[in-house]
Nanobody, 115 residues
Framework: QVQLVESGGGLVQTGGSLRLSCAAS????????MGWYRQAPGKQRELVAR???????SYVDSVKGRFTISRDTAKNTVYLQMNGLKPEDTAVYYC?????????WGQGTQVTVSS
């Protein structure tokens, strides 16, 4: 079985930085992409960043220039470097791994940005 374990969330002040990590155990077969989603209270879950097996990245407009997604393919780990954090970034962040056969989700990690 494949399990995703997230870490790196926490409480920071406006302008601070955090790096989220998501490590997948087991072998990932037919990997297509890895990504990060977030969900704030009262809002729907949104795709924040995504990276394909070829290294192509995409971001939601609100985080462009501030967030960077990266991966360590050998370790089946995806990262989200978050700089210049704003209160509106406060949410539960979920990592996601997409394969031809299935989609896997992490347990979520809380990111809180205070003024």
């Amino acid at each position: 079985q494949v399990q995703l374990v997230e870490s790196g969330g926490g409480l920071v002040q406006t302008g601070g930085s955090l790096r989220l990590s998501c490590a997948a155990s087991g072998s990932i077969i037919a990997l297509n992409a890895m990504g990060w989603y977030r969900q704030a209270p009262g809002k729907q879950r949104e795709l924040v960043a995504r990276i394909t097996t070829g290294g192509s990245t995409s971001y939601v407009d609100s985080v462009k220039g501030r967030f960077t997604i990266s991966r360590d393919t050998a370790k089946n780990t995806v990262y989200l470097q978050m700089n210049g954090l704003k209160p509106e970034d406060t949410a539960v962040y979920y990592c996601n791994i997409q394969t031809t056969w299935y989609v896997y989700w992490g347990q979520g990690t809380q990111v809180t940005v205070s003024s």
